[in-house]
T-cell receptor
Framework: QQPVQSPQAVILREGEDAVINCSSS?????VHWYRQKHGEAPVFLMI?????EQKGHEKISASFNEKKQQSSLYLTASQLSYSGTYFC????????????????FGKGTHLIIQP | NAGVTQTPKFQVLKTGQSMTLQCAQD?????MSWYRQDPGMGLRLIHY???????DQGEVPNGYNVSRSTTEDFPLRLLSAAPSQTSVYFC????????????FGPGTRLTVT
C-alpha cells in the first residue's frame, strides 16, 4: 500500500520553510526520501531507520515517528535548487529496513520555490 | 563509472508488439529494481532482484517479465504492449548491506499507440 504524502503541492518564496509529511498504514522500519527534478531521475536524499538512525548527504532534516507510522521532511531557508518533486518510500516487503526488495513510493509532493 | 544506464531513451510501440528495455549498472550492485512513473501516481515498483538468478514481483508486475543472468544487467520485457503501459520506466540499483541509496538510471519514455 502506497504511503500517503501531504501536501500535494507547496509554493514558497526563497528563504521560507516547508514541511512535507509521509504516513503509512503499515508498520514502518524505515522511510526513504528522494527528490526528482523535472525530466530527471529521482535522487536519494536520506533514509530514516527504526531506532532513530538517519543517513543522508544533504543539509535536510527529517523526523520518523515509528508509533504514528509517519515521517516529515523539513526544508528550512529554502533555495531555488530545492524545487522539484519529493517522494517518500517504504520497503516493499515491509520487513527489511533497507528495502532490498524495492520501495513503495508515495505520489509525491511538488515544491516550487519562487525568487 | 557510467552508473546506471538505460536504453532506449524513447520508444514508440504499437499495441501487441513486444520489446525489451535494457538496464545495466557498472557499480557491482547486488540489488536492482524496475519502476514505472505515471503522472499523479508516483513511482510504482514492477519487479526487483536481489542478485543474479533471483527476481520477484513488485506492485504492478502484470504484463512484464524480468530475468537477471548477470549482476550487471536487468532487462525488462513487455510481452504484448498495451496503451496502459505508456509510461516512463526507471531502473535502479543499490549495494547490499553497506548503503541504502538507490541509484536511478535516466529513464525510458515509452508510448504505446
Amino acid at each position: 500500500q502506497q504511503p500517503v504524502q501531504s501536501p500535494q503541492a507547496v509554493i514558497l518564496r526563497e528563504g521560507e520553510d516547508a514541511v512535507i509529511n509521509c504516513s503509512s498504514s503499515k508498520a514502518l522500519y524505515s522511510v526513504h526520501w528522494y527528490r526528482q527534478k523535472h525530466g530527471e531521475a529521482p535522487v536519494f536524499l536520506m533514509i530514516l531507520l527504526k531506532g532513530g538512525e538517519q543517513k543522508g548527504h544533504e543539509k535536510i532534516s527529517a523526523s520518523f515517528n515509528e508509533k504514528k507510522q509517519q515521517s516529515s521532511l523539513y526544508l528550512t531557508a529554502s533555495q531555488l535548487s530545492y524545487s522539484g518533486t519529493y517522494f517518500c518510500g517504504t520497503p516493499h516487503g515491509g520487513y527489511s529496513g533497507g528495502g532490498a526488495d524495492g520501495l513503495t513510493f508515495g505520489k509525491g509532493t511538488h515544491l516550487i520555490i519562487q525568487p | 563509472n557510467a552508473g546506471v544506464t538505460q536504453t532506449p531513451k524513447f520508444q514508440v510501440l504499437k499495441t501487441g508488439q513486444s520489446m525489451t528495455l535494457q538496464c545495466a549498472q557498472d557499480m557491482n550492485h547486488e540489488y536492482m529494481s524496475w519502476y514505472r512513473q505515471d503522472p499523479g501516481m508516483g513511482l510504482r515498483l514492477i519487479h526487483y532482484s536481489v542478485g543474479a538468478g533471483i527476481t520477484d514481483q513488485g506492485e504492478v508486475p502484470n504484463g512484464y517479465n524480468v530475468s537477471r543472468s548477470t549482476t550487471e544487467d536487468f532487462p525488462l520485457r513487455l510481452l504484448s504492449a498495451a496503451p496502459s503501459q505508456t509510461s516512463v520506466y526507471f531502473c535502479a540499483s543499490r549495494r547490499a548491506f553497506s548503503s541504502y541509496e538507490q541509484y536511478f538510471g535516466p529513464g525510458t519514455r515509452l508510448t504505446v499507440t
